[in-house]
């Protein structure tokens, strides 16, 4: 068995070249406690998550949805980034990432310090109105709705992936909901793409672009089941370009990496920073990096080149 040290050596020696492109998962979030679908803190088997068709249709399934936000906003506002999204800054500040696609929906990368980061499922830190396209501050709605639910705060228990609680029928029944302040009566959902959504072609495209010239594709933290994502794997491999996967538990990209990593990802990023020489946290600066860091963990012949995909 080939320890995690050799294959962070290995990922380290594809990563000075720089022109990496990184795609991140929940798992990247984990470690700030959001929890995420599939690893171990998910929740994904004991909750279903809300669908656009449902959200959409059915007025009790939307207040259901937005009662127990209302309560789990507070979760996901006040998360922080962790040493893996530094981790990250770090090497875009050194030149080696060029660009950050995330499919999380909590701001973390951003709020660590990373620039033009493609935010493929939204945020929930924005709300948009379904009738006449307005968008909200999440904070502004969580306001408004606190106004009309005094004492509502109170419910409530663990934050789930989606960012809401679980929450009791009863206390869900007791929970008004707001409409659009800018045209009266239009249904505010948060601008996140759902199940059953697709995301903006030309967010999509975007992504292409960047994977499209990236020198290695950098997976994160996500178990690439859904196609959403995954398809940027496949594209990568399809044009030869590496892609690397540092994630707990096995992923639907496996076949298509050249490494893969499995270790929590607050240890491996702040490591391959470290080994690649780029600056650490706070330090303000552009860091170059050293002489000779190219040379750390250089890739032998054979360490197993994408999959093409046929
Ligand atoms: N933080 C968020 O914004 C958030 C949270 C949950 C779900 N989501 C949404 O749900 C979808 C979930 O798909 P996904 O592939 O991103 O997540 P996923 O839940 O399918 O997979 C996450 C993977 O990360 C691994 N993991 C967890 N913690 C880790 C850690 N500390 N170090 C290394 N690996 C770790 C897990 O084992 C799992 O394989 C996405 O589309 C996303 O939009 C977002
Ligand atoms: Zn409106």
Known sequence: MVLVSEQVDVLAGLVSGGGVVVLSGAGLSTESGIPDYRGASGAARRHSPMTYQVFTRDPLARRRYWARSHLGWRTIAGAVPNDGHRAVVRLQRAGLVDGVVTQNVDGLHTAAGSSGVVELHGRLAEVVCLECGAGVSRWELHQRLAEVNPGFAAWGSTVNPDGDVDLAESAVAGFRMVDCAQCGTGVLKPDVVFFGESVPAERVARCFTMVESARLLLVLGSSLTVM??????????????????????????????????????????????DQLGAVPDGAGQLGAVPDGAGQLGAVSDGAGGPVAVG
């Open 228 to 273: 959403s994502g995954r398809r940027f794997v496949v594209r990568a491999a399809a044009l030869g370009i590496p892609v690397a996967i540092v994630n707990q538990g096995a992923t639907r990209g496996d076949a298509y990496a050249a490494v893969t990593v499995d270790a929590p990802l607050g240890r491996v990023l702040p490591t391959l920073a």
